[in-house]
């Protein structure tokens, strides 16, 4: 492998990786800082008991600006979205559109079966009345993510979409920001950021409506607020910095392959990078993804993160089997991954990974492309949660109702097995109310 000025926390046969080398690529779970558990867990109670107030001061102490009301009026959305770039205007309602599309294919439908005659059991999607979108700020802003929490809940059927974002110098949100939230057609936007923001939309206060669910990304403290308050309201997943993992073979593009990093690993100095390589030639490939990330880096804008982010949880890693390389892949769970691989193997194996946030196919098949564009969501499970949660749909924004109907036919055959059930559980009372329809009804 040539000389090369970039660091990565593992590069070689992950056969050969030590146990703490492994354990640092493979475990992303973080305990959270005690300084954010505790900070955290104070301002959510000075919400709680001061309400409005707290609000106002934690924006004059932590974002430095002084508010006179937290809620933005809606004839501001309107003038950002009315003053915004065209072509970025543009760009924006492009990616609406998609969203919008794509969500509404995947909206829930509602079921109705019957085990037996006379049984009628339904599942039906019943939208949320209030939902809560949080929109990160602060060193950048994000109206990419407000479209991905708006558009689906606005798909989906919510009543009302409340939005959350932090103040700039002015008071309010920026600008690109609240062009989003005219564009999606949410209710009402506020001033607020942190762990306030969610401590609010979770609690209700005097300007800010209680909501019944919360979603989008944010900060250390946002995303310890969510955790701190799911027992009052529900959240998307618990979130942390951004990652991928791309699968690749020999037939893959190490320029490409090392675009994907760098822009992953931009995101934060805490974002986890890794590429899997598998099959022949797979040496080759990782001299040459390393030599490709190397002169990237000679002109990346964010280097500095960029190469905090490789040292730290950057790997290259080579995997002889396939099949074991899709093990590897489906216990790491990626929020994002990339799969470049020979096209005689490329559906296989696509049918075989169950556990990424999403998948991007083919090389050509960008991140990126996902962050903004394709209509698929962007809010994703991390740190191996993906194991158990999805990423962010309408189905997020439903929650189901079952129902049951029993004919008096199919009651008086029911009968006598609910009782034995009853008897057995000792509930004399369900006996009693099943076997008087084995009786002939309510006599």
Request: negative net charge; aromatic residues 4%.
């Amino acid at each position: 492998m040539s000389t090369t000025s970039v660091q990565l926390r593992a590069c070689g046969p992950l056969s050969r990786l030590d146990t703490e080398t492994r354990r640092a690529i493979v475990d992303r779970s973080s305990t959270t800082d005690t300084t954010v558990r505790a900070r955290t867990a104070a301002i959510i109670e000075q919400v709680r008991t001061r309400g409005d107030a707290a609000l106002l001061e934690f924006a004059r102490d932590l974002d430095r600006v002084t508010l006179t009301a937290l809620e933005v009026p809606r004839a501001d959305w309107d003038a950002a979205l009315a003053s915004l770039n065209p072509d970025l205007r543009q760009s924006l309602e492009r990616a609406a559109r998609n969203i919008a599309s794509v969500h509404t294919a995947f909206l829930p439908v509602e079921t109705v079966c019957s085990p037996e005659p006379g049984i009628t059991v339904g599942r039906r999607p019943d939208a949320l009345q209030r939902v809560g979108i949080y929109a990160p700020g602060g060193r950048a802003a994000y109206p990419s993510s407000l479209l991905m929490g708006a558009i689906p809940a606005r798909v989906a059927g919510v009543q009302e979409v409340i939005v959350c974002s932090p103040p700039g110098a002015d008071g309010k949100p920026s600008a690109v920001v609240l062009a989003a939230a005219a564009l999606a057609n949410v209710d009402r936007v506020f001033s607020l950021g942190g762990a306030g923001a969610i401590a609010a939309l979770a609690l209700g206060t005097q300007s800010v409506p209680q909501v019944d669910r919360i979603m989008g990304p944010g900060n250390a403290y946002v995303a310890e607020a969510k955790l701190q308050l799911v027992n009052r309201v529900a959240i998307d997943s618990p979130a942390g910095p951004s990652e991928l993992l791309v699968l690749a073979d020999q037939t893959a593009n190490a320029n490409a392959i090392a675009r994907e990093m760098m822009a992953q690993a931009e995101h934060d100095p805490d974002a986890a990078v890794i590429a899997v390589l598998t099959g022949p030639k797979v040496d080759r490939l990782t001299t040459e993804i390393v030599d490709a990330l190397d002169a990237q880096l000679a002109t990346a804008p964010r280097a500095e993160v960029v190469r905090a982010s490789l040292a730290a949880r950057g790997a290259i890693v080579t995997v002889p089997e396939l099949n074991d390389a899709i093990e590897f892949t489906n216990a790491w769970a990626a929020e994002h991954l990339l799969l470049v691989v020979s096209d005689d193997v490329r559906d296989r194996t696509l049918a075989a990974l169950r556990s990424a946030g999403t998948i991007f196919v083919g090389a050509s098949s960008s991140v990126a492309y996902g962050d903004y564009m394709t209509g698929a969501n962007h809010v994703l499970p991390t740190a191996g949660a993906g194991r158990s949660y999805s990423g962010l749909s309408t189905l997020d924004f439903v929650r189901w109702t079952t129902w049951q109907e029993v004919t008096p036919s199919a009651a008086a055959a029911l009968a006598d097995d609910v009782g034995r059930f009853a008897d057995a559980e000792g509930l004399p009372g369900h006996a009693a109310a099943a076997r008087a329809w084995g009786q002939g009804g309510t006599t």
